[in-house]
């Protein structure tokens, strides 16, 4: 299994999800936060730091914390998640073929390469799991199913 961290802003209404997949792709867990709209006030006294004190302290730690389908690694596609846990890690396409510096991995899939960042060491086993994902189907394609699930959230709620 392998979990997707996403947040998604629609209508300044923050909003968080987790997709967790089996290795054919098929959704296992799903869980998303309610959409939180910051006040006035919080946008002033927070300033710029508001974004990702919403993004990584509220809405993903508390996702990490209630997944009951724990992968072995969450996947994100925003840099600044990766301080919610020592298990997600930012994934990019890269052509890039140099070596990954301390902190990076990079996997290779047909015809495409993948460069992780995160703050923690990755085993051998999670390494080889994310190989074989993507050599069966498109490792980003989750965030699309991730992003259009939480665009509906926000209009919805």
Known sequence: MIGY?????????HTGGIIIVDERGIPVEFKYTEPVQPTQLQKIIYGRSLEEYLHVEIIAKSLLSKVENKPGIFLTDDVKLIEAGEEVFYITRTVDDSTAEEGEYVISAPGMKYRLIGKSTLSEETLKEIENFAEHFDILEPFQRLHKALVFVCSNM
């Open 5 to 13: 961290i996403s947040v998604e802003v629609e209508n300044e209404k």
